[in-house]
């Protein structure tokens, strides 16, 4: 009966606070939940964006469900884009009114909003016809000639003709392969733009009559050479072309066009 009596006369209910402190921390309490009321209601800020390079995070933020997303980004994997809002639609099948919600923020390039004026603009490309090349008398042909050519400069050049001149004329292009510093390249320009019409300033030697001395004068010979040839011809009488490779260190892969150099 004590038990029970206490249990009636006693206030079980938690006393409330009155302090100056506690009333205190309920009022910034109260501030706390109204910002957090207020944070619930703020929506994200979107910016215009491209939507072919839409990541799963973005599309995620925009609404899209994975299908969606799955769905534009294989479409990118085949390297094709979409060009507007009804393109990327009926590629992800997003919803009218998602695509409503984002399609204002879609930012395509300058040449898909303006397809028309690009095609326009851009002037059809014109080919000019090749310059016909002049073929000139590589016997004749000056310093300037020769500098027109591409890799020639003026000591090349000044090869060239100095090489022409100890011979009188050139009989064939092949020559130009001993002049020192032409490159295979700039010999296949020069037989672009010139060739052999005359050789009619050419300087024939004598095998047969001239001296061991004026032989080896001659841009094919040296003294050993020219030595060889006095001594063949000694022993063996005139020489005939069909004699030439006979004779010690005669360079027998020019022999035709030594020979044009020669009189027999």
């Not at 080919?127 to 500098?147: R, S």
Request: with cysteine.
């Amino acid at each position: 009966m004590l038990c029970q009596s206490f249990y009636v006369i006693h206030d079980f209910k938690s006393e409330e606070l009155n302090t100056a402190e506690a009333r205190k921390w309920l009022a910034h309490q109260s501030v706390v939940d109204s910002l957090k009321s207020q944070s619930y209601n703020v929506k994200p800020t979107i910016y215009p964006f491209n939507p072919n390079f839409i990541t799963d995070f973005k599309g995620y933020k925009l609404g899209m469900s994975v299908a969606e997303i799955d769905r534009l980004l294989a479409y990118r994997k085949q390297n094709k884009f979409v060009n507007s809002a009804a393109e990327f639609q009926a590629v992800t099948k997003v919803s009218d009114s998602l695509l409503n919600a984002i399609s204002p923020y879609f930012k395509f390039p300058d040449w898909v909003n303006n397809k028309k004026e690009y095609t326009t603009s851009i002037a059809k490309p014109t080919f000019n016809k090749p310059e016909k090349i002049v073929v000139v008398d590589i016997n004749q042909a000056t310093k300037a000639d020769l500098m027109k050519v591409y890799g020639i400069g003026d000591k090349i050049s000044d090869r060239i003709l100095e090489y022409k001149n100890k011979l009188g004329a050139f009989v064939s292009m092949e020559q130009l392969d001993d002049v020192w510093g032409l490159s295979p390249e700039v010999i296949a320009k020069l037989n672009q733009n010139f060739e052999v019409k005359s050789t009619a300033g050419i300087q024939k030697i004598n095998i047969n009559n001239a001296s061991i001395k004026e032989l080896s004068h001659f841009p094919f010979f040296k003294y050993a050479l020219a030595k060889e040839i006095v001594v063949f011809r000694s022993m063996n009488g005139d020489i005939k072309t069909e004699d030439l490779s006979k004779i010690k260190g005669f360079p027998v892969d020019k022999i035709k066009i030594i020979a044009l150099y020669l009189e027999f």
